[in-house]
């Protein structure tokens, strides 16, 4: 057995998860992955527009995505602690 993780890539996303929380793999031109996790705006011509919590608009080519997924809703913010 080799000692090297082997990741499975899957796409399990589709038009229908629009307005839903996901976390998409891309690959970069150089080759490396990025990862892009917010809410799926719209999957339109081959290009999806991902909203990330910071309200930026990501557009990602359908033909790099590597891999994809529905995820839970970002948690609410916690509250600050009181001291005392």
């Known amino acids: 057995m080799s000692g090297r ?3 499975r ?6 038009d229908a998860d629009v307005g ?6 891309r690959r970069l ?3 490396e992955y990025s990862d892009v996790v917010g809410v ?3 999957w339109s011509g081959g290009i999806l527009s991902v909203r990330r919590r ?6 990602v080519p359908e033909k790099i995505m590597v891999a994809a ?8 913010p916690r509250r600050p ?3 005392g």
């Open 5 to 7: 993780f082997a990741a």
């Open 9 to 14: 890539l899957v796409v399990s996303i589709s």
């Open 20 to 25: 839903r929380r996901i976390s998409l793999r």
């Open 29 to 31: 031109p150089t080759g």
């Open 40 to 42: 799926l705006e719209s």
């Open 54 to 59: 910071n309200g930026e608009l990501v557009e």
């Open 69 to 76: 997924k529905v995820v839970p809703p970002q948690p609410p």
């Open 81 to 83: 602690r009181r001291e």
